[in-house]
């Protein structure tokens, strides 16, 4: 009896590891891409980071988000440490050629924002029938 | 289930850390408007919560997903060390801060030694 119960058990675990989110190995930091008509939109979470701390390169049809942040200073001793720190270097591939001269970031409560203009060649171009 | 997993609330990570005087708990609550975060401390209990709001709106349509927004909750047991009156917080860049003082009578003492 016991075997084939444990052996139940131990599926459920792996399936339970496989569908949650958790068992997901990601690159720090979290990133969801979006498209607009016109552009494109990253969001990735960089939580206590400031503006110095993170530098953004246009690579091709990369965005290459690095960060360096200065690490926390604290009196006395952890008892705890689960928040993740120190540098990072992500590189997110985007769906489109990128006019390299049109984009804006800005950073609000944790939440980096990036928007990339798309190449005129990969804008939506409207043909006339004659 | 997967309406479950859509409205599971997201249990930030902390970092914990005491010194004589005081214990301090950050937390990573990205995406939360200050207006929309509420600590609590009631019977010994730290409760953390948080809305989250991400400023997309319609014009986009999503291409790529890592992250899911969600609200947070946490909750901590405290020790009796600390005063109850003595709990400031701040938020800043996505990140909560707790401080919370320890109380007098369990901080270190000095003793001096009398002459004689």
């Not at chain 1, 440490?81 to 944790?110: I, N, W």
């Amino acid at each position: 009896m016991y075997p084939v119960y444990s052996m139940i058990n131990d599926l459920v675990k792996a399936f339970d590891s496989a569908v949650s989110d958790e068992s997901v190995y990601r690159e720090r930091p979290l990133t969801n891409v979006y498209e607009k008509e016109d552009s494109i939109v990253v969001r990735a979470i960089v939580p206590g980071m400031t503006s110095e701390d993170i530098s953004l390169e246009v690579v091709d049809n990369y965005l290459v988000i690095k960060a360096e942040p200065k690490s926390e200073e604290i009196s006395g001793r952890f008892l705890r440490r689960e928040r993740a720190s120190g540098a990072f270097k992500k590189t997110v591939k985007l769906p489109y050629q990128l006019d390299r001269d049109k984009m804006s970031a800005k950073l609000t409560d944790g939440i980096l924002t990036v928007e990339l203009s798309k190449s005129e060649a990969a804008k939506p171009k409207k043909i006339e029938i004659l | 289930m997967s309406e479950k997993l859509v409205n599971r609330k997201i249990s930030p990570a902390a970092d914990i850390a005491e010194n004589e005087n005081e214990y301090n708990i950050k937390l990573d609550m990205p995406g939360v408007k200050r207006e929309n975060i509420s600590i609590t401390l009631s019977e010994g209990k730290l409760e953390i919560e948080g809305k989250f709001s991400e400023d997309a709106n319609s014009s986009e349509t999503i291409k790529y997903r890592e992250f899911s927004g969600g609200d947070y909750y946490r909750g901590f047991t405290l020790g009796a060390d600390i005063e109850p009156n003595g709990v400031t917080a701040k938020y800043e860049n996505g990140v909560l801060s707790v401080t919370m003082k320890k109380r007098e009578e369990v901080k270190p003492r000095k003793i001096e030694l009398l002459a004689g």
